[in-house]
Nanobody
Framework: QVQLVESGGGSVQAGGSLRLSCAAS????????MAWFRQAPGKERERVAT?????????????YYADSVKGRFTITHDNAKNTVYLQMNSLKPEDTAMYYC???????????????WGQGTQVTVSS
């Protein structure tokens, strides 16, 4: 099992920045990648950023972003701390959502299946 705990959410004005953290514990060496998802009320869940965290992969550290956040958000991984971060800059009101950290198991080579989820942290951006 992998436990994920998010932190760093809050309220900010448009144009501001926030950094989310996701601390992983437990069977962390059994994960292939981690991602940040978000879900706003009445909207579908959206994967905003992904990073390959398996050190055995040649593409370790590779990142992917949704078009809606590309150029504004950055996902990073601190292997020593088992923590993933999401730096969010130039925030917009449409970024308002609950943000969730998730981890995919080793069997999910293309990082398309996430078995472990955090409890979520709220991000609110006012205009």
């Amino acid at each position: 099992q992998v436990q994920l705990v998010e932190s760093g959410g809050g309220s900010v004005q448009a144009g501001g920045s926030l950094r989310l953290s996701c601390a992983a514990s437990g069977y962390t060496w059994g994960t292939n990648c981690m991602a940040w998802f978000r879900q706003a009320p009445g909207k579908e869940r959206e994967r905003v950023a992904t990073i390959y965290t398996n050190l055995d992969r040649k593409d370790y550290g590779t990142t992917y972003y949704a078009d809606s956040v590309k150029g504004r958000f950055t996902i990073t991984h601190d292997n020593a701390k088992n923590t993933v971060y999401l730096q969010m800059n130039s925030l917009k009101p449409e970024d308002t959502a609950m943000y969730y950290c998730a981890a995919a198991p080793l069997s999910s080579f293309y990082c398309d299946r996430y078995n472990y989820w955090g409890q979520g942290t709220q991000v609110t951006v006012s205009s």
